[in-house]
């Protein structure tokens, strides 16, 4: 393999290593269902990126005729988006599993609890590109599912941070070709 195609494909690994960029103004919406044996409770979470850096989000939660349940603006430094998903008033709380494929899709697992009336449920998340996609649990007579429903981003990046992999693409793509021809391959 010469040099030039080994600095490309490692300019591709590191660029694949670099999370998700989200945007400013990009909104999440997340379907959530809560079973108890005799009731059924559905909630709807809307996570708005405020800004990317350090990474603010508003999160409102409502019932599905709009009654708001939960607003509240936050600042997140986590590896994936959202770090903050409130259940029966508490967070859940996560950590990382490792990286599982489902339907052609690498996503990201991790593994935690939520607390419902006092039941600890053991949950299962699933990021996809540092956004979480589901995430499910039960426990005796009582379910979690929620799922990302929507996703809105914006076509272009919204600071010159977001612009870092494709520069970094860019740079390396042009040193391989000078050493390419310095050394006569081209």
């Given at each position: 393999m010469n040099v030039g195609l080994s600095l490309i494909l490692l300019a591709i690994?590191?660029?694949?290593?670099?999370?998700?960029?989200?945007?400013?103004?990009?909104?999440?919406?997340?379907?959530a269902t809560i079973a108890d044996g005799t009731s059924l409770f559905s909630y709807t979470?809307?996570?708005?990126?405020?800004?990317?850096?350090?990474?603010?989000?508003?999160?409102?939660?409502?019932?599905?005729?709009?009654?708001?349940?939960l607003n509240g603006t936050?600042?997140?430094?986590?590896?994936?988006?959202?770090?903050?998903?409130?259940?029966d008033g508490e967070n859940v709380s996560m950590k990382y599993k490792?990286?599982?494929?489902?339907?052609?899709?690498?996503?990201q697992e991790f593994v935690g609890d939520a607390y419902v009336r006092g039941e600890q449920i053991p949950i299962d998340a699933y990021f996809l590109g540092g956004v979480l996609f589901k995430l499910n649990g039960s426990y005796e007579n009582i379910t979690i599912n929620m799922?990302?429903?929507s996703v809105n981003t914006q076509s272009k990046p919204?600071?010159?941070?977001?612009?870092?992999?494709?520069?970094?693409?860019?740079?390396?793509?042009?040193?391989?070709?000078?050493?390419m021809i310095k050394l006569g391959k081209i």
């Open positions: 690994f590191l660029v694949s290593l670099t999370p998700t960029a989200l945007s400013q103004g990009s909104s999440y919406i997340l379907d979470y809307n996570y708005t990126v405020e800004k990317t850096n350090p990474l603010v989000y508003s999160l409102q939660v409502s019932t599905p005729n709009g009654s708001p349940v936050y600042t997140d430094s986590s590896r994936c988006f959202p770090n903050y998903i409130p259940i490792g990286q599982v494929q489902i339907d052609g899709n690498t996503y799922i990302n429903i919204s600071s010159s941070i977001d612009y870092v992999p494709i520069i970094v693409v860019a740079v390396v793509i042009v040193l391989a070709i000078v050493i």
